[in-house]
Each structure stands twice: as C-alpha cells, then as structure tokens.
C-alpha cells in the first residue's frame, strides 16, 4: 500500500505540526507515508473565486503528483473536497468546451483515491482507536465541506471518543458556518466577522479547553477570532490530538 | 433606524454592493435579534416537519426531476398551458420583460374603469415591481397578505421570500399599524398592543373592507398545470383565496417556469412545498382555478406569462437549476449570511442564497450590487441540503463568480453575448494568477515560505490595506520557524525535487 500525504498549502506554510501530526499517527499505525514534494495547492480559492482557468493547472498537478501512489491522506476536509467535488466539474467542463478529456481523465484518476485523514482512518484503516491519549476538555466543530459535501458523519467523534483522557464537550449551534469560506473572509468581512463572533461564543461557552476541527483554514479564521476575544479556548486540529500519546500529551496544546 | 425607500426592483447601479449593505445591516442588533429568532424558530420546526417523511430524499429527487423535465420542454408545456386556459374561458398573455408586463396589467386594469385592485402575495409582481409602476398609473394596489400589508404600510421593502416583514417585531407591527393604517383605510383600533391575536384583528378589519369593494384582484401563482390549464396558489392566511374568489376580475402574473405537465406532479410538490415553507404538513389554503366558471369567481381571467430573463437563465447549463425554484424559502431559514445580513441587503425581491443565485442571472451582472451578490456566501452549503428541489446553489454561486471575473458567454435576451469581466477585479486577478504560478512552481513556493519564516519576527499583528477586513476583528496566526515541506526535507532525507 502507497500512502502519500497532501499536506494542503495552508498546512505546509502556517501549520506544518499538524503535517507532523499526521505522520506520526500514520507511522504509529504502521503505515508508511511520503510526501512527494511536487505538491503544493489544491487550487480551492482560485476556483471557489471563480477562476476556473487559473485551477486547472494546479488540478493537473495534483493528479501527476500522486500518480502511483493508492492513497493519498488530506487533513483538510475542504481540500479534499475541493477534489473530489470540483475536480470532476472542472473536467467536465473543459470537455464540454471542447479542449479534451485530459482533465476529467486526471480527476476522475484522483477523486476515488483521495481521503480525508478520517476517511482514511476509519474506512481504508478500519481504526477508531488510534491509541491517543489527550488529557483535555475538547469541543468538535464540525467543519462545512467535512460536514456537507464528504459527509465525514460521525467519523471524527467516534475517533475523538476512543482518545484516552478526552473529555467531549457539546458545541451549541455546531453545524453553522464559522464565517471564514476562503475569500469571503475578506470579500465580506463584516457578515465573516459576526458568524465568527458567534462561533466563538459559543465554542467558548462550552468551557472547552480546546475546540477541534478537521480544517485549518477554519481554525485559522475561529482561532484568531477566539484570541481577539481573549478566550482561552485554543485551536487543535483533530490529527494532532489523534498523534498525541503519554509520552508527548500537551505539546499539541 | 432609516429603511431604504419604496421603489421595487431596486434599480441596479444606485444601490450599494452586498458588502456594503450587509456591514450596515450587521450593526443593526434589533434588526440581528428579530432573524435569528424568527430564522432559528422555523428552522426547527422545518427540520421535524421534513423528519416525520421517511421517502423525503426520494420526493426531493422526484421535485428536481419532474421540474427538469418540465424545463427541458417548456415550450411544450407553455403552449399546452395557453390552450387549456383559453379553452376554459382564461385570456394568455405574453410577457418578454418587467415592462411589457407591467403595460399588459396597467391596460387589463384600465379596461375594467377600476382604480383599486387588490393583490394575493406574489413573488412575480415584486419582481416586476408592479405596485409602483400602477401607481405611477393612478391606479392604488392593496397588499392583503398581513406580511405583505406590514410592508406597504411601513413603506418599507420586503426582506424575506414567505414572511416579508420578517425584519419588524411585534412592537414595531404595531407603531406601524397605529401611525399608517388610516391613510390606506380603516384605521387601527384605539388602544391597539402588540398581542398577535390583536394584531391580526386590527388587519382583519382594515383587510375585510378591501376584500367586499375590490373588483379587481392580482395575483401570482405557486403552480400551472399545464394539461388542464388550472392555476394553483398555497397559503396560511386565507386572504388569497378572498382575493381569488370576490373580485370580477382575476389578473395572474406567472413566472413560465412555474409550469408543470400534470396533476399528478402536484402531489410531489404540494408535499415539499409547506413542510419546507412553513413546516406544516399541509398548508391551511389551497386554491385552484381553471379559467372561469359561469356564477361562480371572477367572470374575466387573464394569465400574464412572464419571462423576464428566464429563457436567458435556461440556456445556462449550471445556472437553469435555478429554475427550479418553488419559492419556499428554506434556504433563507438556514442561511447564516441571510441571517445576519437581512434581507434588504441583496437588493432584489429574491433574497437569501436564492437570491444570490436568480437576481444575477434574471438581472446580469453588470452592476456592483448584481456582480457582488454570487459572493454573497461562505459556499457552506446548507442551503442545498434544505432546498427541497436539490437546487445545488454552491456550484451556481461558483459559477456565476467565474462571470464575474473571467467573463465569457453568456445569453442576454435570448442573444448568446460574450461578456468581459467585471471592472474592480484587476487586483484580485493578479494576486489570483501570481498565487497559481507559485503554486505551479514548487521551488519558488518553497523559497516564499523560507522569507515568511525568516522575517515572522518583523510580521505586524494588524495588516493595512485590503488585509485589514482580515486583522480588524481576527488576530493574525503566528509564522512557524519552518514549513512542513523543510521539516520533511530536514528530517526525512531529500525526496522528490522541489
Ligand atoms: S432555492 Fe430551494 S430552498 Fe431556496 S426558495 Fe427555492 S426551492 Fe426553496
């Protein structure tokens, strides 16, 4: 088995310890990972912006890059998304524009093999108790693409569950919109800004000491938030509290 | 607080873009407290009324199937349609555009020597802003849904598709009761409160007299069969089919999308339209009509079909989902940019993740407000999984945005055009094309990474220019020493190429 991680640019530049995260857990797992480094984005904000053209070479690169490999692990429900919603779209489309099939070719070659981490665990690995232990209050915000368009379900509780010393807390609200939605973050900054408000309210409400997602993005957008508001709630993306054991509980918070 | 004057459809060019509208109306907390109640309380309800069906899914594909088919063949089914209401005694006419609607109406009206009409809620007529062009006229519309008439009295716009004063509160209901009522009629009762049972009184009492003098009503229509011709409207309050019924005279003004072949389709929609709508099982109100009946209901029935920028919608083939649309308003009741934003926002009769997606394509997009409404959403999602003719609203935001800024082919009044991109994209689009050639080129993106890290001691924590929508309300992340990409490369050996 061929496992390649697509680490998502955001993770690669602002969270490359949730990468790290995912190795470990991977490799505790017994699952050798590699990281070909002809990888960079997704091309989600170009084309969620609506510029389809710019999307497509990255859309060809992501499928050249991980030829070969049987599966490749996003820790981005988003990004995976991106893939295997859009992917097909953008090849349908220049199909249909007469610029051939080389693209839904290429998508349709990615879509089956690309999971998100959960996705991986649960239905390729067959886990749900990855032997971590986290000693913390954690609330899970279930992000939108996870939630919605890859329909994840109850995958990330039931891995959050099995976490020894994990306490779950409920989140208020949890299947609304944290606001962030790439480019409306700033497109649309004042609507942004007060879905991000009530977020955090909420998620500050629970009395967690962290609040777990399955998308950094989103954390990018609900951490900040959270910290402007002087919470003491931190950001965890769910593979960093997945990869936590004895040995190394709270560096991840 | 002061309200955007009356005047439907806002024209396109004045009224501020999305963005703009939407900072002011988030400021407004009574106007913020009254949608989250109102939005949140029918949620709830929604999603019960819509659990208690074991074959939802299975009616939601049979709605999205039956009006595709219907699309695909619209031209069929209009002209079936034509014939089964002429047949019945009904009159067809053919609207292209809101103006020529606007005439046909002004002139059946002025044919009957009325200068008062009443109206049944109608999407189609806010749409062509029919009251104000009557007006113009000399010719007064009453509104006599209640929601309706909270508006019109308040000289206020409507913000929501099915509850269009869903913006006021009990309070402001009845202020606006006290101080306008007697101006178009039957003033408020003395000593009015804000009890809902007192409310809708006082409404009764000013309504009733419109409902035993109008000769003349207006209406739209929810559905069309179009084998016999029958028309048929939904509601809770009953006032439509007073309108419906009295007057000697029925004018329909109807969306030719809202056609459908056959009775027994109405069974799926008469299904998912009140449990999305108002979450009941079945809606207290159902009236249809078939032409005219000899002593029985209005002698004259005119239909008015009406395009309006339709026909251009269907001949896209991302965008004609669109079309589907049964106006239950769902998708606003789920929506958390609609819920904070107000409806008033978007600029257009259609509000919500709806609107973001027909005002566009029924208008274009060529000015600020059209061209700024497809990014009028975070792409959550929640609205396709409410909208109970899987409208998959998403994909046509995504696609009306590649509109705006890549331009391309689209058909304006049944003229295939090509359209350039929208003017103030120019930055965006060089960050856009700049961002894809770093992505393009992993070395480089590597390299940016390496001064990020370096510098991430000298980063501010609050951005100037553009960045600023960013910092003003959210702290900037903190700048890892090193990305994964040199993590891997540190630790894992050299590996691949970049
Ligand atoms: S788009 Fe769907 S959910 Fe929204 S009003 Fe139309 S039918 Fe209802």
Same mark, same amino acid.
């Given at each position: 088995?061929?496992?390649?991680?697509?680490?998502?640019?955001?993770?690669?530049?602002?969270?490359?310890?949730?990468?790290?995260? *995912?190795?470990?857990?991977?490799?505790?797992?017994?699952?050798?990972?590699?990281?070909?480094?002809?990888?960079?984005?997704?091309?989600?904000?170009?084309?969620?912006?609506?510029?389809?053209?710019?999307?497509?070479?990255?859309?060809?690169?992501?499928?050249?890059?991980?030829?070969?490999?049987?599966?490749?692990?996003?820790?981005?429900?988003?990004?995976?998304?991106?893939?295997?919603?859009?992917?097909?779209?953008?090849?349908?489309?220049?199909?249909?524009?007469?610029?051939?099939?080389?693209?839904?070719?290429?998508?349709?070659?990615?879509?089956?093999?690309?999971?998100?981490?959960?996705?991986?665990?649960?239905?390729?690995?067959? *886990?749900?108790? *990855?032997?971590?232990?986290?000693?913390?209050?954690?609330?899970?915000?279930?992000?939108?693409?996870?939630?919605?368009?890859?329909?994840?379900?109850?995958?990330?509780?039931?891995?959050?569950?099995?976490?020894?010393?994990?306490?779950?807390?409920?989140?208020?609200?949890?299947?609304?919109?944290?606001?962030?939605?790439?480019?409306?973050?700033?497109?649309?900054?004042? *609507?942004?800004?007060?879905?991000?408000?009530?977020?955090?309210?909420?998620?500050?409400?629970?009395?967690?000491?962290?609040?777990?997602?399955?998308?950094?993005?989103?954390?990018?957008?609900?951490?900040?938030?959270?910290?402007?508001?002087?919470?003491?709630?931190?950001?965890?993306?769910?593979?960093?509290?997945?990869?936590?054991?004895?040995?190394?509980?709270?560096?991840?918070? | 607080?002061?309200?955007?004057?009356?005047?439907?459809?806002?024209?396109?060019?004045?009224? %501020?873009?999305?963005?703009?509208?939407?900072?002011?109306?988030?400021?407004?907390?009574?106007?913020?407290?009254?949608?989250?109640?109102?939005?949140?309380?029918?949620?709830?309800?929604?999603?019960?009324?819509?659990?208690?069906?074991?074959?939802? @899914? !299975?009616?939601?594909?049979?709605?999205?199937?039956?009006?595709?088919?219907?699309?695909?063949?619209?031209?069929?089914?209009? !002209?079936?349609?034509?014939?089964?209401?002429?047949?019945?005694?009904?009159?067809?006419?053919?609207?292209?555009?809101?103006?020529?609607?606007?005439?046909? =109406?002004?002139?059946?009206?002025?044919?009957?020597? #009325?200068?008062?009409?009443?109206?049944?809620?109608? $999407?189609?007529?806010?749409?062509?802003?029919?009251?104000?062009?009557? @007006?113009?006229?000399?010719?007064?519309?009453? !509104?006599?849904?209640?929601?309706?008439?909270?508006?019109?009295?308040?000289? +206020?716009?409507?913000?929501?598709?099915?509850?269009?004063?869903?913006?006021?509160?009990?309070?402001?209901?009845?202020?606006?009761?006290?101080?306008?009522?007697?101006?178009?009629?039957?003033?408020?009762?003395?000593?009015?409160?804000? !009890?809902?049972? #007192?409310?809708?009184?006082?409404?009764?009492?000013?309504?009733?007299?419109?409902?035993?003098?109008?000769?003349?009503?207006?209406?739209?229509?929810?559905?069309?069969?179009?084998?016999?011709?029958?028309? =048929?409207?939904?509601?809770?309050?009953?006032?439509?089919? $007073?309108?419906?019924?009295?007057?000697?005279?029925?004018?329909?003004?109807?969306?030719?999308?809202?056609?459908? %072949?056959?009775?027994?389709?109405?069974?799926?929609?008469?299904?998912?339209? %009140?449990?999305?709508?108002?979450?009941?099982? $079945?809606? &207290?109100?159902?009236?249809?009509?078939?032409?005219?009946?000899?002593?029985?209901?209005?002698?004259?029935?005119?239909?008015?079909?009406?395009?309006?920028?339709?026909?251009?919608?269907?001949?896209?083939?991302?965008?004609?989902?669109?079309?589907?649309?049964?106006?239950?308003?769902?998708?606003?009741?789920?929506?958390? =940019?609609?819920?904070?934003?107000?409806?008033?926002?978007?600029?257009?009769?259609?509000?919500?993740?709806?609107?973001?997606?027909?005002?566009?394509?029924?208008?274009?997009?060529?000015?600020?407000? +059209? @061209?700024?409404?497809?990014?009028?959403?975070?792409?959550?999602?929640?609205?396709?999984?409410?909208?109970?003719?899987?409208? +998959?609203? &998403?994909?046509?935001?995504?696609?009306?945005?590649?509109? =705006?800024?890549?331009?391309?082919?689209?058909?304006?009044?049944?003229?295939? @055009?090509?359209?350039?991109?929208?003017?103030?994209?120019?930055?965006?689009?060089?960050?856009?094309?700049?961002?894809?050639?770093?992505?393009?080129?992993?070395?480089?993106?590597?390299?940016?990474?390496?001064?990020?890290?370096?510098?991430?001691?000298?980063? &501010?924590?609050?951005?100037?220019?553009?960045?600023?929508?960013?910092?003003?309300?959210?702290?900037? %992340?903190?700048?890892?020493?090193?990305?994964?990409? #040199?993590?891997?490369?540190?630790?894992?050996?050299?590996?691949?190429?970049?």
């Amino acid at each position: 088995m061929r496992v390649a991680l697509f680490v998502t640019c955001v993770n690669d530049t602002l969270y490359p310890r949730t990468g790290q995260a *995912v190795v470990t857990l991977l490799e505790r797992l017994g699952v050798e990972v590699d990281f070909p480094a002809a990888q960079t984005c997704c091309g989600q904000p170009q084309y969620n912006t609506g510029y389809r053209r710019e999307t497509e070479p990255l859309a060809h690169r992501y499928a050249d890059t991980f030829r070969g490999y049987d599966h490749i692990v996003v820790p981005s429900g988003s990004c995976a998304a991106m893939v295997r919603d859009n992917y097909p779209r953008l090849g349908a489309r220049a199909a249909a524009e007469g610029r051939g099939r080389g693209l839904a070719d290429a998508a349709a070659s990615v879509v089956p093999r690309t999971y998100e981490l959960t996705e991986f665990l649960v239905d390729v690995l067959g *886990v749900t108790d *990855v032997g971590a232990y986290y000693p913390h209050t954690v609330t899970y915000h279930p992000t939108c693409h996870g939630l919605r368009l890859l329909r994840l379900g109850d995958r990330p509780l039931t891995l959050l569950r099995k976490v020894r010393g994990l306490r779950l807390l409920e989140l208020e609200g949890a299947e609304e919109c944290c606001g962030f939605g790439g480019t409306f973050a700033v497109k649309n900054a004042a *609507v942004s800004a007060a879905m991000g408000t009530d977020k955090a309210r909420a998620i500050t409400a629970t009395g967690a000491d962290a609040v777990c997602t399955v998308d950094n993005s989103c954390q990018l957008h609900i951490g900040g938030t959270l910290a402007r508001q002087g919470s003491a709630v931190r950001p965890v993306h769910l593979a960093e509290i997945l990869a936590s054991t004895e040995g190394t509980e709270g560096k991840a918070l | 607080m002061t309200r955007i004057p009356l005047g439907m459809p806002t024209p396109p060019g004045a009224a %501020p873009a999305f963005p703009a509208a939407a900072a002011r109306s988030t400021q407004d907390a009574t106007l913020r407290e009254n949608l989250r109640h109102a939005t949140h309380t029918i949620r709830a309800k929604r999603a019960a009324a819509v659990a208690e069906l074991s074959d939802w @899914a !299975e009616l939601r594909a049979a709605g999205a199937a039956i009006k595709d088919h219907t699309l695909r063949h619209l031209d069929h089914y209009l !002209e079936q349609a034509e014939a089964a209401v002429t047949a019945a005694g009904g009159q067809v006419h053919w609207a292209a555009d809101a103006a020529e609607a606007q005439a046909i =109406v002004t002139r059946l009206v002025r044919d009957t020597g #009325e200068r008062e009409v009443v109206k049944v809620k109608s $999407m189609a007529t806010q749409e062509i802003g029919l009251n104000e062009a009557l @007006a113009a006229a000399g010719i007064t519309a009453y !509104e006599t849904d209640l929601a309706e008439l909270i508006v019109q009295l308040g000289n +206020d716009l409507p913000s929501h598709i099915l509850v269009p004063a869903i913006h006021r509160n009990r309070a402001e209901i009845r202020d606006i009761f006290r101080e306008h009522m007697a101006r178009w009629g039957r003033p408020a009762p003395d000593g009015l409160t804000d !009890e809902p049972a #007192e409310l809708a009184e006082a409404a009764r009492l000013h309504l009733r007299e419109k409902f035993l003098s109008a000769k003349v009503a207006i209406s739209g229509a929810n559905f069309l069969v179009a084998e016999t011709g029958t028309l =048929v409207v939904v509601e809770s309050e009953g006032n439509g089919r $007073m309108c419906l019924t009295l007057p000697e005279t029925l004018i329909s003004v109807v969306g030719i999308e809202k056609v459908i %072949p056959a009775w027994r389709d109405l069974e799926v929609f008469l299904q998912l339209l %009140p449990r999305s709508s108002t979450a009941e099982r $079945m809606n &207290p109100y159902t009236s249809m009509w078939t032409g005219t009946s000899h002593g029985d209901g209005p002698a004259a029935f005119h239909l008015v079909l009406l395009d309006n920028g339709r026909t251009d919608a269907l001949a896209d083939q991302v965008g004609r989902q669109a079309l589907r649309c049964i106006r239950c308003s769902a998708c606003l009741n789920v929506c958390p =940019v609609y819920e904070r934003a107000g409806g008033h926002a978007y600029g257009s009769a259609y509000p919500g993740p709806i609107g973001a997606i027909l005002t566009p394509q029924l208008r274009g997009t060529a000015s600020a407000l +059209d @061209a700024s409404l497809p990014y009028a959403s975070s792409l959550c999602g929640a609205c396709y999984e409410v909208c109970p003719v899987a409208i +998959d609203i &998403p994909e046509i935001l995504v696609r009306l945005r590649e509109r =705006v800024v890549e331009g391309g082919a689209v058909t304006i009044r049944g003229t295939r @055009a090509v359209i350039r991109p929208a003017k103030g994209h120019a930055a965006e689009r060089a960050a856009m094309r700049a961002a894809r050639w770093t992505f393009d080129h992993p070395r480089a993106l590597r390299a940016g990474q390496r001064l990020v890290s370096r510098t991430r001691r000298l980063h &501010p924590r609050r951005l100037a220019g553009p960045g600023r929508a960013w910092s003003d309300t959210r702290e900037l %992340p903190e700048v890892p020493p090193e990305s994964f990409r #040199e993590w891997w490369q540190r630790t894992r050996g050299p590996q691949g190429t970049a």
